[in-house]
């Protein structure tokens, strides 16, 4: 089974930044989907951004777009999640997932089609 750590959640203030890393247990992610996803209380879990571990295509939420960049280094095994100009509306628990590589990462990117999950980690925006 596939383990997913996350880390780097934490307090900052609205305008500030935190680095979000996802780190997993196998050998390697090639021809992985991983994502990031959020659930804020109250809230369904939605999608934050997504990118294939081969190519390195990406795909974003509209609310996070040229705020976030989502980005791989295989020879770690880890994803990481860069988050510029956080709002507090950002405020959630963040979950990284992966999944192999299905048809697009566009299609793929949606919390049902993952399998193996992390085990959150806390961000909170706020003055």
């Known amino acids: 089974q596939l383990q997913l750590v996350e880390s780097g959640g934490g307090l900052v203030q609205p305008g500030g930044s935190l680095r979000l890393s996802c780190a997993a247990s196998?050998?390697?992610?090639?021809?992985?989907?991983v994502g990031w996803f959020r659930q804020a209380p109250g809230k369904e879990r939605e999608k934050v951004s997504c990118i294939t571990t081969s190519t390195g295509s990406t795909n974003y939420a509209d609310s996070v777009k040229g705020r976030f960049t989502i980005s791989r280094d295989n020879a770690k095994n880890t994803v990481y999640l860069q988050m510029n100009n956080l709002k507090a509306e950002d405020t959630a628990v963040y979950y990284c997932a992966a999944e192999f590589m299905g048809p697009t990462i566009e299609a793929m990117c949606v919390p049902m089609f993952f399998g193996s999950w992390g085990q959150g980690t806390q961000v909170t925006v706020s003055s």
């Open positions: 196998i050998f390697t992610l090639d021809d992985y989907a």
